[in-house]
Every structure is written in structure tokens, then in C-alpha cells.
């Protein structure tokens, strides 16, 4: 009896440890093949949705969550994960989106036309989720207002309808293109255009769209990898606004490519907006350059520019600010590009000629549009050059940007890599020599902004001094004591050292190794000869918007003096 009691005992928890193992397996591996069946529909669905992407004639991008309250176009059901058209704004649940493809049409870049480029086209309504602040075009009040999908925009004039107020003969009626209609290059005007290029025909201006006498099409070149990563934001909004065909990615499209477009259109009206740094409005310069050589000066396009880079002392010049952040709609840019002034910019051709008998290396050649130096600025970029190559990643912010230039000028503060450079260096101007004081760096100006927004040439403003203009043909040359003495005329507690103005600046490093940088760009640099002449001009556009105080002193003296040497003429 006590046998079989032991027996049953021993049995029953054997099985007890066994009923614990398998629950403790299944504790385990169940949500691992949970985990792995989940990962396995998502990648699948990525899959799905990036191949609807691919053959979609919508610009799609996913998101996750959306910014605003939004409804699906299809279902009319409130989303969050989805996906938006940068193009002409449609907005759709993910499970929507093959639908979405089939049922609406996106932005026609070119459409047929059998009336020439003075013809017109049918407003293009969209359903749903209209901008804020937006107002009907019949009745005069706000659109949007109600929790669900309501109301209708047009892709290209941006007008808005409530539903109630939707009429047969506005869905017929004639699209004006509404207020950038000055900007906007229409559907019909590129396919009458390639049908005038089969004929050998160029006479372009007489097809200038609603027979309009100011027509000024804009292109819009945004580097995506500028400063604090607003490009890609940008791009989207400025296809929102105008034709898809005039906003380009520079990560995607070289700019000499790009540019070609203005062969296209009527000569002198062409305006480009550039959205990047100092060194993207070099680049896109240098493809200007590029037109003339192959012939095409009549083409030629204004420049206006979007600083999104970290100095931006070229923007800061043209009146288009220190730096953009979003605080500033793009339609208010769109506007501002509109009303600007044309204006020249001096190009220059920086000519590195290294010392040596045996050297049959060719010159470096750079073209400058800002400034040229050699000394601490220049070995603060080189720094801050070196580090980012080494971790791109990490310098993806402006104000990141700058606080590494701040560690880098204290840090030469204490080392003092480019003391005694009066003794390392002969300076000329115009053919003459200049006697040095004791320096560690010199800086040659094309522009007034240096440094990330110092007036660099006025330093105190507290000493009479001949102007410094962009487009007059001279250099100003000026000499700094040190990285310290950089951050003192910054903060205007001291002035620059002002060794003169020049039209052709001569530079001969006679011993050791030195920092130098071309609007940005550094090297390191050993014996050789430096030589500073004019290249050419490029078209400006120049916003007199809002000005600080010194700004407008500046510009004010600059009047007065253009207005006293036409009298002189």
C-alpha cells in the first residue's frame, strides 16, 4: 500500500516538473515567435508599401504620425500612420494607398494643349484636410473648421471651397494659379515649348503664359545635407506651391543639370531660389559660370538664397538673413524672391602657386565669393573640417556647428598655432608691397559679413574708413592678432587691423606650413604664392527687408557715397 502511495507520488510530480517546464518554454518562446511574426509582417509591409511608392505617379512619404489632424482621402476615417503626397497634399491611411493611387490624379507637370501656351486649365480640387486659417473663395470664411474630412483645395491656386459652396462650374472653371501665378511655370507651357524645340523654333517670349508681362518662373535648389536638415521639409512645401518641375534635390541633381531648365524659358526672367549654405550658392555659382562658357549668357538666372548653412555671411550680405529655422512661411519666401532687387556680386580667382624648382604641379584655382585668410579662422575651420569628416553624423545642427568653432578659437587662444605670421609672409596690393605689423592672420573680403555675421571691415565703427561694397571691384584686406582678437571684434570691442583695398591681392608664404580657407574650405598649405584677381560678376537678388541698425548705418553710407561719385561723374 505504502509502495503504490510512493509510486503515485513520484508520478504526479514528475509531471508537475514537466507541466513547469512547458509553460516556462511556452512563456518564453511565445512571445519570441510573436516578435518574430510581427517583424516578419512589418518588413513585408514595408515591402508592399515602398513597391506601391515605386510605380505611383503620387510623391509619397510615410509617416508615422502625422503633424495635424488629418483624414484619409479615400475612407474618410481619422489617421496616423499614412502616407502624404509632396506634390499635391493628398493624405491616406496606409491601408488606402493602392486605392488613393487609382482613384486621384497628382500635379501634371506637362499636359497637352491644343490652344498654345496662352491656354488655360480646370482647376484641380483635392478633398479634405485644407491648410488652417484658410478661407472659402465664394462665401469668405474659414475652411476646415469641422472633425472630419470637408471642404476642397485646388494643387495649383491653393483656393478653397467649402462642400456647401462647391459648384458645378467651379469644378470646370479656369485655374488662375492664384497668387505665385508670376512663379509658377504652367503644364501646358512645357509642352508647347518641346513642341516649338521640334520645329527649331526659340522665340520663347511670345508664349509667355496668361499673357503676362512679368513673368519671372522661379527655380528652387535645395541641398538637403545643409545645416540643420530643413531642406527635405522644404522640398515639399515649395512642390505643394508650384510646379513639382521646378524644385530640385541637389543630393540628386547637380546643379549644371538643373539649371538647364532656364534654357526653357524667356531670357533675363528666370530667378533661382537657393536653399543651402555658403558653399551650395558657390556651387550653383559655378554652374552659372558654366552656362556662359557654352553660350548661354542670355539665360542667365538671379540668385536669391534660403540660408540654411551655419555662417551664411553671403545671405547676410543680400539682406536674406543669418540663418532660416522655419520662423518664416514659404509662401512669405516666395514673396520676398518676387520683390527683391537685382544686384552684382564680384567673383574672384584665387590662384596657389607652390614654391619649388622641380615643382610641375599645376596651380590650385578657386573661385571666392566671400573671403580668403590665412592664419587662426582659416585653422578653425580646418579643425572643425577634420572633426566632421571624422563623424559626420554629429554635426547636424547649427548651433552644434558653432559651438565647435568656439572650442576650436579657445583652444588656439592658449596654443597660438600661427603666431609671427608678418615674419612667414609678404603681403602686396595692386603691385605694392605692405609692411606688416606683428600678426597671426590676415583676411581678404569680397563681402561686408565675416565670421558667422560680423561686419568685419567697420569693426567698432568708431574710425573713418573708406566703404566696403560686394560689387565694386576691390578687396579689403585686413589683419588679426589672434583668435582672441577675432572674438573681440565680434562682439565690436575692437577693430581689425585695415591694411587696404586692392583690386588684385598678392600673398608669398615663404617658410613653413600655414591654415588657409576659400569661403569655407581649408587646407593646409606649405611654401607658395597666392594671387587675388577678378573673375566675373553673378546676378544677385537682394532683399531689402527687415535691417538691424547697423545694417541700415551701412547701407545708408553706401547710399551717400554712390550718390556723391554720380555727382563727381
Known sequence: MEGTESRSGISSSVVADWSLVFWTLCSVILPVLITLWCSFQRSRRQ??????????KHDWHYTDLFGQPSYCCVCAQHILQGAFCNCCGLRVSEGCLKKADQLFLCKEIMMRSNGGAHSSMPHHWIRGNVPLCSCCMICKQQCGTQP??????????????????MM?????????FGEFRDLIIPPYYLSTINQ???DKRTNYEKVVPYCRKHWMPIIILANTRSGNNMGETLLGEFKILLNPVQVFDLSKTAPAKALQLCTLLPCNAVRVLVCGGDGTVGWVLDAIDEMKIKGQERYIPQVAILPLGTGNDLSNTLGWGAGYAGEVPVEQILRNVM???????DRWKVQVTNKGYYNLRKPKVFTMNNYFSIGPDALMALNFHAHREKTPSLFSSRIINKAVYFFYGTKDCLVQECKDLNKKVELELDGERIELPNLEGIIVLNIGYWGGGCRLWEGMGDE???LARHDDGLLEVVGVHGSFHCAQIQVKLANPVRLGQAHTVRLILKSSKMPMQVDGEPWAQGPCTVTITHKTHALMLYHSGEQTDDEASSMSEQDHAREQTDEDV
Open 196 to 198: 516649338m524645340r521640334k
Open 464 to 466: 573713418p574708413y573708406p
Open 339 to 345: 520683390e527683391a532687387d537685382g544686384v552684382k556680386l
Open 47 to 56: 515591402v508592399l508599401i515602398r513597391d506601391i511608392f515605386r510605380k505611383s
Open 168 to 176: 458645378d462650374c467651379l469644378k470646370t472653371e479656369e485655374c488662375t
Open 148 to 165: 472630419k474630412l470637408c471642404d476642397y483645395r485646388c494643387v495649383w491656386c491653393q483656393y478653397t471651397v467649402h462642400d456647401e459652396c
